[in-house]
């Protein structure tokens, strides 16, 4: 234990004797244990970021939606056989999912309302939907400010409104929305709620449920098949046309995740049956896009680490490099050494000792550059559209999730040290195999 101690000692003055080089040395060392860190910690803030999103959307919830045929599509000159055009879910279709789930944690059904909504000289295209006080468990919806819709409000078929962030700033910049109203279509609304943001995972969440929910505008299902019924016009460009839609969307919420795709798979056959072909009837699972998300996050951290990894390997062997050069400069050292009773062995373990001490020192200055950039990434980002000359490059949302993992570190550090051990034994061997004599006589 000695003879190890003594060699560990002897090995960091040598290494405090050349500061400058050790440090040039341990540098390709400390930038590859920086840069496997910090990649890992982007890649898994942003898969935890997109996991979050992903699951406000509810990982246990299967939604169907109506989706207009594409044969129902009449181009400009073709001959109309219906003003109207009837698609997509039907209540008797609720009716018999109700029947055939009723073990089903919830099912919630959803109705398109009104062509616009409107306050004051304000306007959007509508996406309001008629819709139950148990949506806001099912989809994750979080109230800011008010309540939500109420088994009272649906009894009553009452004329209030729960709206989305979004639609709220868009329509109220310089009012206060709660207790305001607002108009679909020319029937009025009162707001009594309005929902916290939703992030939708970059746009994947999104794509899923087809719209942006913070647009939504949630009224009680009675009122909106009481006031609006089942038929909506839309005029557009001049023209105009009719749509009769009796439910937009069912929400259903399965006993469990590991019954998500087996419910799912079952519905796909029950409205299979019930609609030829699915033209009208879309399908889709949040925990596809989970399972999908996840397994994309993984290939993606494995790629970050593996080019991070490039560098390590090349800071071994400029470890390497060093350590022939420093054995070549030594030669006379090591036939002094040899002359008064150091054996082969121990002059083999000197050279390993520097090389795995220089390649730990740089793992650790590594593991602490590679933290405080994971840390310092997310501010630095979300200044950049502030940033002076760059800012307008950038959008005001711009942001960067990181997270450090302790895998992460620990690996790092291992095979960092790992790398110095393994490159540093040609050199160690090279210097043990010094014959004594012509080392003293090395200049």
């Known amino acids: 234990?000695?003879?190890?101690?003594e060699i560990i000692l002897l090995g960091i003055k040598n290494l405090r004797l050349q500061l400058i080089r050790s440090f040039l040395t341990a540098l390709g060392i400390i930038l590859g244990v920086g840069a496997v860190i910090t990649m890992v910690s982007i890649g898994e803030g942003t898969k935890r970021e997109a996991l979050r999103q992903i699951e406000q959307l509810g990982a246990r919830n299967i939604i169907l939606r109506s989706q207009k045929p594409a044969e129902s599509i009449v181009t400009q000159g073709a001959e109309k056989t219906s003003f109207v055009v009837t698609y997509g879910i039907t209540r008797d279709d609720?009716?018999?999912?109700?029947?055939?789930?009723?073990?089903?944690?919830?099912?919630?059904?959803?109705?398109?309302?009104?062509?616009?909504?409107?306050h004051a000289d304000r306007r959007q295209i509508s996406q309001a939907f008629g819709t139950t006080p148990q949506l806001r468990k099912l989809a994750n919806?979080?109230?800011?400010?008010?309540?939500y819709l109420t088994e009272q409000d649906l009894?009553?078929?009452?004329?209030?409104?729960?709206?989305?962030?979004?639609?709220?700033?868009?329509?109220?910049?310089?009012d206060d929305p709660l207790h305001n109203s607002i108009r679909i279509d020319?029937?009025?609304?009162?707001?009594?709620?309005?929902?916290?943001?939703?992030?939708?995972?970059?746009?994947?969440?999104?794509?899923?449920?087809?719209?942006?929910?913070?647009?939504?505008?949630?009224?009680?299902?009675?009122t909106a098949r009481q006031v609006f019924g089942d038929t909506r016009i839309q005029r557009t460009s001049g023209s105009f046309g009719g749509e009769q839609v009796q439910i937009s969307e069912i929400y259903m919420e399965s006993p469990s995740r590991a019954r998500v795709l087996?419910?799912?798979?079952?519905?796909?056959?029950?409205?299979?049956?019930?609609?030829?072909?699915?033209?009208?009837?879309?399908?889709?699972?949040?925990?596809?896009?989970?399972?999908?998300?996840?397994?994309?996050?993984?290939?993606?951290?494995?790629?970050?680490?593996?080019?991070?990894?490039?560098?390590?390997?090349?800071?071994?062997?400029?470890?390497?490099?060093?350590?022939?050069?420093?054995?070549?400069?030594r030669t006379r050292e090591i036939g002094i050494r040899r002359a008064i009773g150091a054996t082969r062995w121990h002059i083999l373990w000197q050279f390993i000792v520097e090389t795995s001490v220089l390649a730990a020192i740089g793992g650790v200055v590594g593991v602490a550059?590679?933290?405080?950039?994971?840390?310092?990434?997310?501010?630095?980002?979300?200044?950049?559209?502030?940033a002076p000359f760059i800012g307008h490059y950038f959008d005001a949302d711009t942001s960067l999730n990181t997270h450090v993992t302790g895998w992460s570190i620990a690996l790092s550090f291992a095979?960092?040290?790992?790398?110095?051990?393994?490159?540093?034994?040609?050199?160690?061997?090279?210097?043990?195999q010094q014959d004594p004599i012509v080392a003293l006589r090395h200049d």
């Open 141 to 147: 919806l979080r109230v800011a400010r008010g309540r």
């Open 94 to 118: 609720l009716e018999v999912i109700r029947d055939k789930f009723e073990d089903a944690d919830a099912i919630v059904p959803v109705k398109a309302v009104g062509e616009r909504v409107l």
């Open 186 to 222: 020319d029937k009025a609304f009162t707001i009594v709620g309005i929902l916290e943001p939703i992030g939708l995972a970059a746009g994947a969440g999104a794509a899923l449920v087809g719209r942006d929910l913070n647009l939504d505008i949630h009224i009680p299902i009675t």
């Open 1 to 5: 234990m000695t003879f190890f101690f």
């Open 369 to 386: 550059l590679g933290i405080a950039i994971s840390i310092g990434v997310e501010p630095l980002v979300e200044w950049l559209p502030h």
């Open 415 to 432: 095979v960092a040290t790992l790398t110095g051990l393994i490159f540093g034994i040609y050199p160690a061997f090279k210097a043990a």
């Open 155 to 174: 009894a009553s078929s009452s004329t209030v409104a729960v709206i989305g962030y979004e639609a709220a700033k868009e329509l109220f910049r310089f």
């Open 262 to 329: 087996v419910d799912a798979d079952k519905i796909k056959r029950l409205m299979a049956v019930r609609h030829e072909g699915l033209t009208d009837i879309g399908i889709n699972v949040p925990y596809e896009l989970l399972l999908s998300a996840r397994k994309s996050a993984l290939t993606w951290n494995m790629v970050l680490a593996a080019i991070a990894g490039i560098s390590l390997l090349v800071g071994g062997i400029g470890i390497m490099n060093i350590m022939l050069a420093n054995v070549t400069e």
